[in-house]
């Protein structure tokens, strides 16, 4: 799951790679046609093909570094604009068609990445300006065509790769608020756990101490009272002992309606679809609280150990089957790969009278079986 950030951002820089290698055969493809053309001989040509070539090559570098935050501008962006500039100065006289300054485009989408957006609208204009002045001077191309044309590559072109960039932030912060919920929701739930504890033992601890007082003055005045208290201190000390192992074993009786409710919505914010087929009118409250421990552990599971995209919950009968793919390498039969959570819950199964097992399947997917006794 934690891996899923990072795959979006290298699928959207690939796709930026792939678009600036596109671009690239474009120009070269202008340099070629022009010198078939007899418009620029090949030095000439050579020349401006380094000059693409070299601009293009600074390019995947440059969008790795300001990906992630807006840096300031380094060396290889302005190595990068040089190039760029010698690219678009030897714009060949004879390109009556193409968009050879897209060159400098490229450029000013990259640079888009570091600079406000108010700086680069003017860094833009004055390319824009530049640029379809150049290109017209030495190519005798009418400069209004020249102008819309450089204008419209130069507002495509960086907001295409702005839009890219906000893409993959979106992505990254989607992320990191779904982790920053999930350790909020974990330390609400110590939170709560601590409160409960204090709530059940507070007033015993409290009544202990006195009683425990209380029978330490009265062991030399009367002993029989202090005997008597003494008993009292004793059966208070087993209720809240029977208390503690309630809570720590889980106190309040989970509802299975409720738990599966909740796993799908965990499951589902975490990428993984989920889906649920469940009979449970005829199970006792018992049984329903025991599969309820089983759907909670074992979507747990999911979660921790595998990078599933579909889950599916099916009880029946008070069986439940729990699948669900991806598995981190092979995985095991039985228990013995399994985490705390599911070797605690086999053990209350068959302390119930029903039996657990996990195991793969021939499809490569996860099973987990549950089933309580009738």
């Not at 790679?17 to 090949?42: K, N, P, Y």
């Not at 889950?311 to 092979?330: F, Q, T, Y």
């Not at 095991?332 to 705390?340: F, P, V, Y």
Request: with cysteine; net charge neutral.
């Amino acid at each position: 799951m934690a891996t899923r950030p990072e795959t979006a951002k290298k699928i959207l820089l690939y796709w930026m790679d792939a678009t600036v290698a596109l671009m690239g055969f474009m120009l070269s493809m202008l340099v070629l046609t022009s010198v078939g053309e007899g418009g620029i001989s090949v030095p000439h040509a050579v020349a401006a093909e380094v000059c693409v070539l070299a601009a293009l090559a600074f390019l995947p570098l440059i969008l790795r570094d300001a990906y992630d935050d807006r840096p300031r501008p380094t060396a290889k962006l302005v190595a990068c604009g040089l190039f760029s500039a010698a690219a678009v100065a030897l714009v060949p006289s004879s390109v009556t068609a193409g968009s050879w300054e897209m060159a400098g485009s490229l450029w000013l989408s990259v640079l888009a990445l570091y600079l406000p957006l108010r700086a680069t609208a003017c860094v833009g204009a004055g390319l824009v300006a530049l640029t379809a002045f150049y290109v017209s001077a030495v190519s005798d191309r009418p400069w209004p065509s020249l102008l819309f044309s450089v204008t419209l590559s130069a507002v495509l072109l960086p907001g295409t790769m702005m839009l890219w960039r906000w893409l993959w932030w979106t992505i990254r912060e989607a992320y990191d608020s779904r982790e920053a919920k999930a350790t909020l929701a974990v330390s609400n739930e110590r939170l709560r756990f601590a409160r409960d504890l204090h709530d059940l033992l507070g007033h015993s601890l409290s009544v202990l101490t006195l009683k425990s007082e209380l029978a330490a003055k009265l062991a030399t005045i009367d002993a029989g009272k202090a005997a008597a208290e003494m008993a009292d201190v004793r059966r208070l000390a087993a209720e809240s002992l029977a208390e503690v192992q309630v809570a720590v074993d889980g106190y309040r009786v989970l509802d299975l309606d409720e738990e599966l409710a909740g796993v799908r919505a965990a499951l589902e914010a975490a990428g993984a679809r989920c889906l649920i087929e469940a009979r449970t009118d005829d199970l006792s409250p018992a049984a329903r609280t025991l599969l309820a421990w089983a759907v909670r552990e074992g979507a747990t599971n999911v979660l921790k150990h595998s990078t599933a995209t579909r889950c599916a919950i099916v009880i029946d009968g008070g069986v439940l089957e729990m699948r669900n793919d991806g598995v981190h390498g092979p995985a095991t039969s039985g228990l013995n790969g399994a985490g705390s959570g599911l070797r605690g819950l086999a053990e209350r199964m068959a302390a119930a009278g029903g039996s657990f097992t996990t195991a793969a399947t021939p499809g490569g997917e996860f099973l987990l079986r549950a089933a309580v006794p009738a």
